[in-house]
């Protein structure tokens, strides 16, 4: 896992502390992923733009920032050492600290609803947070913030531009009722159509932001 591999590389890392980490830095993966001795994740089928471990790991970016996934923790990425002892990085994975998972349905109707922006969805996706620290850790408040999730994925545009773009020529081509159709897919009773609702305008949002990022690259 991430902690195991940054602890072996890093001089005092505390790779048993899961958060408030201040050297897990963004910059400090990606730099260690952008090696030819890492390859994709197995069984990962490259595409213009993407073809390498580090490429794969700035769509895992992009994706946080899609779901408002807050858990990208140093033991929620790793590299995978096959028989042949060829390297991998793991494909992306435990992803519940999404979607605005906490909250309830009737904060979610709130947010929803409401006419004060200061309360709304829109403030409330802008929120979120992932767990990566910046190069530059001021304190705020004398507490060091950790990147929002739209900014550790800007990180990593500007670090492969080229992978960016061509994630995020995908998620351009996925139209809302395609993401429609996967909540659709639940057992009655499984979802509220509360959370339904939220959670895909919690997509929406977070694609236009996403898309509005992009052209600033």
């Known amino acids: 896992m991430g902690n195991e591999l940054l602890a072996k590389i890093l001089r005092d890392y505390d790779e048993n502390k899961r958060y408030r980490v201040r050297e897990y830095?963004?910059?400090?993966?990606?730099?260690?992923?952008?090696?030819?001795?890492v390859n994709p994740p197995i069984g990962f089928q490259i595409f213009e733009g993407v073809g390498s471990a580090v490429d794969v790991f700035v769509g895992y970016l992009m994706l946080d920032a899609l779901i408002a996934n807050?858990?990208?923790?140093?033991?929620?990425?790793?590299?995978?050492?096959?028989a042949d002892r060829e390297v991998h990085l793991t494909p992306t994975y435990d992803h519940a600290s999404s979607l605005g998972r906490n909250e309830l349905d009737a904060t979610r109707?709130?947010?929803?609803?409401?006419?004060?922006?200061?309360?709304?969805?829109?403030?409330?996706?802008?929120?979120?947070?992932?767990?990566?620290y910046p190069l530059s850790t001021a304190e705020s408040n004398g507490r060091v913030k950790t990147m929002s999730t739209l900014d550790a994925f800007l990180e990593g545009a500007h670090f492969r531009p080229a992978a960016a773009r061509a994630w995020m020529n995908r998620l351009n081509a996925i139209p809302v009722d395609q993401m429609e159709k996967i909540f659709a897919q639940f057992p009655p009773g499984e979802i509220s159509q509360v959370a339904v609702d939220f959670s895909l305008e919690m997509l929406k949002l977070n694609k236009a932001r996403l898309l509005s990022s992009i052209e600033n690259l």
């Open 109 to 132: 109707l709130e947010m929803l609803t409401t006419k004060d922006i200061g309360r709304s969805i829109e403030r409330y996706v802008e929120r979120a947070a992932s767990a990566f």
């Open 25 to 37: 830095k963004l910059r400090t993966v990606l730099i260690v992923l952008n090696t030819k001795s």
């Open 70 to 82: 807050q858990d990208r923790h140093h033991e929620n990425w790793g590299l995978i050492l096959t």
